[in-house]
């Protein structure tokens, strides 16, 4: 779930965002409806320099009993420190981590690896490449994907969430190549974003990607697909789901 000034928002390409509702309401029926894990992004807190509110994050975890990350302007160990003790299971970095990537190592320290996703925006250009981009796709970089991902993992993220730029809200599927070469050669678990528009793409997901999560977002949001008819339907396809 994107968070904008308290309310879920979606876009298509990351821009264009329409509303999409409360997210503590929406978090609860999806914990309902069987989803494993939410996570919260706050997409303008670095933009805007205003930390992910705390306030949100504990009104969240006394609705909703599954696993929860929050994302969105965390730049220090004291920042996890508020989240956490706020209800979040997991805390997400991006920009702030990629900007000075000591962070990782320290959050990993104080908190342990498992807590720790690296969100990677990436972007691929015309000369074939998927490049970083930063602060909610608005800053271009000229590091390739791979290349950060493998250092974050090396410095202790125990998870990636790998948005595509390309994909996202287009409803056309998830970047099988990019997603495929990250699941496979990091040591760790890659949640792929962006893209999910139909049951299949999320077949084609794990069984082509070998990711070890699909996350989804407008397709839940404007109910055009049901986590129980997902979770049925990946399981008819003998792919390992908590049903």
């Known amino acids: 779930m994107d968070i904008k000034d308290g309310r879920t928002v979606k876009g298509t390409n990351f821009i264009n965002l329409r509303d999409a509702g409360d997210p503590v309401e929406l978090g609860a029926l ?18 805007e320099k205003r930390k992910t509110l705390s306030e949100l994050v504990n009104k ?11 994302g969105g302007g965390i730049s220090s160990v004291d920042d996890v420190s508020v989240l956490l003790q706020n209800g979040a299971d997991k805390i ?7 900007k000075r990537p000591q962070l990782i190592n320290d959050l990993s320290k104080e908190f342990g690896s498992q807590c720790v996703v690296l969100a990677i925006d990436t ?7 998927w490049y970083v981009y930063l602060n ?13 991902a493998t250092e974050a993992v090396d410095r202790g993220a125990g998870e990636i969430l790998l948005t595509s730029m390309n994909h996202d809200g287009t409803k056309n599927g998830f970047a099988i190549e990019i997603t495929k070469l990250l699941s496979e050669q990091l040591p760790v678990p890659v949640i792929a974003s962006g893209g999910a528009g139909s049951l ?30 997902l979770k049925k339907y990946l399981f008819s396809r003998q792919i390992p789901v908590r049903m």
């Open 60 to 70: 969240i975890a006394h609705h909703v009993n599954i696993p929860f990350t929050v």
């Open 92 to 98: 997400s970095v991006n920009t702030s981590a990629f």
């Open 136 to 148: 909610g796709g608005r800053t271009k970089t000229e590091k390739k994907c791979f290349e950060w």
């Open 200 to 229: 299949d793409h999320f077949v084609e997901v794990f069984e082509e990607a070998s990711a070890d999560a699909a996350l989804a977002a407008s397709i839940f949001h404007f109910k055009e697909i049901a986590i129980p008819d």
């Open 30 to 47: 999806y914990a309902r409806e069987g989803a494993d894990e939410l996570v919260f992004l706050d997409i303008t807190a670095t933009v």
């Open 123 to 129: 972007k691929k250009e015309e000369d074939e490449e």
